[in-house]
């Protein structure tokens, strides 16, 4: 009869899961549907879902004006970049908060946590005039330090949450067999919280690649990314939506396919020590 | 090698290192629409003649104009030429942000230029942005429909007309409205038409001390007019259409009306995307007999920063995409029905333009909008569907959100008109008007 009602709850909560799962990709299902539609098809009333003359149309139009390698290319280096440096940056701050806490420790994580709060545009002006003067607007560099220093937070954070899970008394005995702090570092921490570290790094590179504000405030031409490829196909005053859906497409592929191959390692560490 | 020959053989090279040394690489912002997107196609033309090569960044309007708003405030000098509009052109002229362009060559013609687009283009008399293209607006109609109703539009019809032929048009049953207006929060969106369509009824933003005026007659006539049609013979939901939604129903056959950008009619009228292209027919922009009509006025135009380093080659690209041989270029490639409109009077001389349907009725309601004086009572501001102060856009996508609100039903147009006038004075006290 347990047996039963289990299968039952098995059943029902596979179906939810399913449901919820649908329901969170259907917009992402329906823009890559749009952008095989034509320009008149997309905004057919009632909406065409599958009954329509697929075309390539769209993307033959969007790579013919666009030069989507640059933008993907630049893409790669801003998201990548500042990733790996907030790890560099990121690893040995959240070592120091897990296992050498100060008194000030919990009080300077939720600081950290409270720079996010800031709307962007308060900061917008400072730090546009800043990169005018050291000469770094429209450039790739510029978008690698500043993604760095927004996603920081999260990046310690996260880690910080991973340390705290390795038992102290390990690194303690790597100590006592004469492991210098970088050997600890390198050696005893870093393979122990691999899982972590590379959930951190694939949800950071979601984060930056898809990042908005900045990447379309301080470029041009130059180092312009995927966030500005779309915007380009976005328009108040003509029906582009085709168009729209098929940039958009080729601007979340990577980041969808890259999401797709590493979910297990993304769902191992976001759930490390979460079930104790 | 003769001397006769060393010397051409230097004089050759010396020409091509001088070219070679005066040829840029500009950077232009601008918008994403079809225009401007047939001129991106165009570039090699501009490349071969100049040697200037040239990178476009293309945004969508409302992140184009916070992108060029930051670095021309800032002289960041990200951008050698700027697309923008009527509104921000006299503003940042007076500011002393742009290149004046009152130096063009003869060969250019800038007395071509439309009177009412170089007017609204320019500050002080000098011309600080080229035309790239220009609209007004007016009504685009279902012949076919219009007579079904019985009635006849006029080519200059009245609101009253126009409301009354709305009711008679909608067909519930068969999805057609009588009417599509925008009513979407924003001030460029449904906040652009009420303001033209208030312009007729007599009401105005300010009186001649910046004194809000929502809480006049004119502005109450002005919005129950439009709520009351619209809720009879517009469409489901259309407090939050704007352009795109309003051209999807009328392409699809579901309006017998709509009233917006003149550059509209090419869309309306072609038959790969409209399903009506060949039932369309165009009148003015309604009045009320008070002497204003409800049309707007804008213009996509070209403008150079102040501070570029590029200001002799920008110029060469405004002269090259704004002239009379650019349309000829369009023309001959694509076709008169696609050439950029509203900008040169020289077009509309033309035989072959005035056998483009809509090019008369684009040409009448541009001559027919003022921004020197749009209201019927003075007012202190320049701009026909805008106030051309650097506060407006602001307190103009407030206004219109709680316009927005009252098309949607969340909320009274009383008390729309009533949020509306504390919004607009508070902050034309704050910004030192009052």
Redesign the interface.
């Known amino acids: 009869m347990a047996r039963a009602v289990s299968q039952r709850r098995k059943i029902l909560f596979t179906v939810a899961a399913w449901s919820v799962g649908v329901l969170i990709f259907f917009p992402i299902l329906w823009t890559i549907l749009t952008s095989f539609k034509t ?2 098809q997309a ?3 009632p909406p065409i879902f599958l009954g329509f003359d697929w075309t390539l149309e769209n993307y033959s139009a969007v790579l013919e ?1 666009s030069n989507y390698g640059r933008f993907l290319w630049n893409s790669i280096i801003i998201a990548g970049g500042s990733t790996l440096l907030g790890i560099l940056v990121a690893v040995p701050a959240a070592w120091s908060m897990a296992f050498v806490p100060s008194k000030r420790t919990k009080d300077i994580l939720l600081w950290m946590l409270s720079t996010k709060m800031l709307p962007a545009v308060g900061v ?2 400072p730090i ?2 800043l990169c ?1 003067h050291l000469g770094v ?2 450039s790739k560099i510029a978008l690698v330090f500043i993604l760095m220093l927004i996603n920081l937070p999260i990046i310690v954070w996260m880690l910080y949450t991973y340390f705290k899970e390795i038992p102290s008394e390990i690194l303690e005995a790597a100590r006592m067999d004469g492991a210098t702090l970088k050997e600890e570092l390198l050696y005893v921490l870093t393979p122990m919280a691999i899982p972590g570290i590379a959930s951190t790094i694939l949800l950071n590179v979601i984060l930056a690649w898809n990042e908005a504000f900045w990447t ?2 301080l470029t ?3 180092a ?1 990314p995927l966030t ?1 490829f779309i ?10 939506y085709a168009k729209l859906s098929a940039a958009s497409t080729m601007a979340i592929a990577p980041i969808l396919i890259l999401g797709w191959f590493s979910q297990k390692q993304l769902v191992s560490g976001l759930t490390f020590g979460a079930v104790k | 090698m003769s001397i006769k020959t060393k010397l051409f053989a230097a004089t050759a090279l010396s020409l091509f290192s001088v070219s070679a040394l005066t040829a840029e690489t500009i950077t232009i912002a601008t918008v994403n629409n079809g225009d401007m997107i047939r001129m991106q196609g165009y570039t090699d033309d501009f490349t071969a003649k100049t040697g200037h090569k040239v990178e476009w960044v293309t945004l969508e309007e409302n992140v184009l104009r916070q992108r060029v708003t930051t670095d021309i405030s800032t002289k960041g000098g990200a951008f050698d030429i700027m697309t923008i509009g009527m509104y921000e052109t006299p503003i940042w002229g007076a500011n002393g942000w742009l290149v004046g362009l009152n130096d063009l060559s003869a060969e250019y013609d800038a007395a071509d230029i439309l009177p009412a687009m170089a007017g609204g283009l320019s500050h002080d008399g000098t011309l600080f942005a080229a035309p790239f293209y220009g609209e007004s607006s007016m009504i685009m109609y279902r012949a076919d429909l219009m007579e079904a109703a019985g009635l006849e539009m006029p080519d200059a019809p009245s609101w009253s007309f126009i409301a009354k032929a709305a009711r008679k048009m909608t067909d519930r049953e068969n999805d057609v409205n009588g009417i599509c207006l925008r009513g979407k929060a924003g001030w460029g969106e449904g906040g652009a038409f009420i303001t033209a369509m208030s312009n007729s009824f007599g009401a105005r933003w300010f009186d001649e001390e910046w004194n809000a005026q929502f809480d006049t007659r004119e502005w109450s006539d002005t919005l129950n007019f439009f709520v009351n049609m619209m809720d009879d013979a517009g469409p489901a939901g259309y407090a939050t259409n704007g352009f795109n939604e309003n051209l999807s129903l009328f392409q699809q056959g579901k309006c017998g009306m709509w009233i917006d950008a003149t550059v509209a009619a090419s869309f309306v009228t072609n038959p790969a995307d409209s399903t009506v292209a060949d039932k369309v027919s165009f009148a003015l922009a309604p009045d009320t007999g008070l002497g204003k009509r409800s049309n707007w006025l804008w213009a996509w135009a070209l403008a150079i920063p102040a501070g570029t380093q590029k200001e002799a080659a920008a110029k060469e690209f405004i002269e090259w995409a704004t002239s009379k041989e650019y349309i000829d270029l369009v023309a001959s490639k694509e076709g008169w029905a696609n050439v950029p409109p509203g900008a040169r009077t020289s077009l509309y001389n033309n035989p072959e333009y005035q056998k483009v349907p809509f090019a008369q009725m684009t040409l009448n309601s541009i001559l027919s909008a003022n921004p020197q004086s749009s209201t019927v009572e003075p007012s202190p501001y320049v701009g026909v569907q805008f106030a051309a102060i650097p506060e407006f856009a602001g307190i103009a996508t407030e206004v219109s959100q709680e316009f927005s609100a009252a098309y949607a039903g969340q909320q009274t147009v009383e008390e729309a008109l009533a949020k509306a006038q504390a919004i607009t004075n508070e902050a034309m006290e704050a910004a030192g008007y009052r």
Not at chain 1, 231 to 240: D, H, I, K, Q, T
């Open positions: 320009e008149a905004i057919a009333d004006r917008l002006y546009y005039l005018i607007l429209d379309l405030n041009a031409a130059k312009a500005a915007a380009s196909y976005s328009s108040p005053e003509g029906l582009f």
